[in-house]
């Protein structure tokens, strides 16, 4: 079992804390999807970085949660922006609270995850952890702009990379460091951290664009494809883009973001990007190396979920 | 002169540092109301009440930032929320940026917002600050889903009272409790600078909707009576209702929030508002009492400031 039970569970215990409340639309809300079984990636990183230095899960456990809070809330808000009807295979909260109440649903979670921060008892951690949640948070905003921006044309590699390290990226970073603020990690450790959880970040969301071309889509909770006729630039795409022949170029653009095509036409764009999505395994493959060589300073056994996260990354299935 | 232009100054100085970045949509967006005339009310709170005890403004500043970014960001998603297509005479961030960027917009202020407390320097202070705005947001969260929820019945005046408190009041109180923790007040300053916060907070809403009222329309930049069409349940309303006699309560309930009426009709409510209008008067001025009798512990020529504010508060006419 690679996720901890136990840990998972005393993480739920404490977000439950922040929003006690019933019989009350908003906090209705704010739960839809905070409780919908998302994976808690982010809470864990962050208690299983602690863990790398320290045992007292407790003291951990409300930074834990900040993440978790901010992260829903972006999904919340993502959803309205892009008009999504279903996530994990269920209505998202706009759908059913209506707009309103899913922008207020998601700025509750955002004052929450800052009230989360509040509980942390040391005072020079809990100023630690505000610089750098604040700072993740301005990041996502700059990286959904820009994603947003991206519908209107095609971003080059560089671009398209800034983005994804902003709007996915740094929170997962956030998680990291905010793991080694907690656990009094030195210099030294948390640079190695920030390198490792730079580049986890990356393969975390390269491998969601592979799941997306040949993922199963029971496990998924959304069709094969759908980044494809949606026209998502992804980094397979871009690879694509830059690499392919004239013809083969000029085949996926018509398909790319056609509302009409079929499972036929799906079919045809995810051969056409076959080199792309290998280049992209190749891709998640050295980062996960690079990305398991800087835990090295750590101790050997406290280091191994790290490594094994990395790991699961980017052999998960959904 | 009530506001001393040079602290207004320092604080929209301060403010330029968090959104200081040109030719980005996001940014832009999140600037168009920040920088649109708003009168600072919360963030010259915060420095004057710092001023109580202590003179080195810029230790402050970050604070004062911080509350006014939160009041921002919580008018772009109102404004979303509420569908309202003006503010302060100018189209709203929405109808400028479409929905999806004004979402973003408010919550990358909400991001800076924390981003400013993080800029505090001390540790301690720091998270004071943190625990007394991040609840302050939750209330205001609450407000504004109670104030949504308003819109399907009229509320009680307890309702009412509890609403407004922490719609308006949390954030205004707030203001001023983040002002003495970075003064430094003890815990009996602390008290009665919270007494005096609830009172202006209280005050502060009453007047906006007297103005609405009995206002002057180009001062306002809204038409007279927008409340009494869009039926909003105001404690003019709310205590009309309670103590009319039958039949101008049953024309006053004809009137309110029918989209139809005309001028006439507005000037028939407030004319049966009337007393409730006074009611709302001699209840501000009472509070208005009150609030600076809980300054008289503090210094008689500092606290000058804070007792012309709870007067201002009650007389501005816009």
Redo the contacts between chains.
Sequence with gaps: MLFDKNILQKIDEELKTYVDIDN???YNASKHLLFAGGKRIRPYLTVVTYMLKKDDIEEVLPAAAAVELIHN?TLI?DD???NDDERRGKPTVHVVFG???A??A???L???A??A??RIKD??K??EV??I???A??E???G??MD??FENYYPTMEEYLEMIRKKTGALLEASIEIGAVMAECNEEEREALKEYAKRIGLTFQIQDDVLDLIGDQKKLGKPVGSDIREGKKTIIVIHALKTLDEEKKKRLLEILGNKDIGDEEIKEAIEILKPSIEYAKELMKQKTEEAKNYLKIFDKNRRKVLENLADFIISRVY
Excluded: T
Aim: glycine share 2%; proline share 2%; net charge negative.
């Design positions: 009350n639309k908003l809330y808000h309205i922006m892009d707009e309103p109440m922008i207020l998601g700025d509750l955002y004052a929450k800052f009230e921060v509040s005072n020079k809990a100023h505000l610089k949640l604040s700072k948070c301005v996502v905003c700059e959904q702009a947003m921006e």
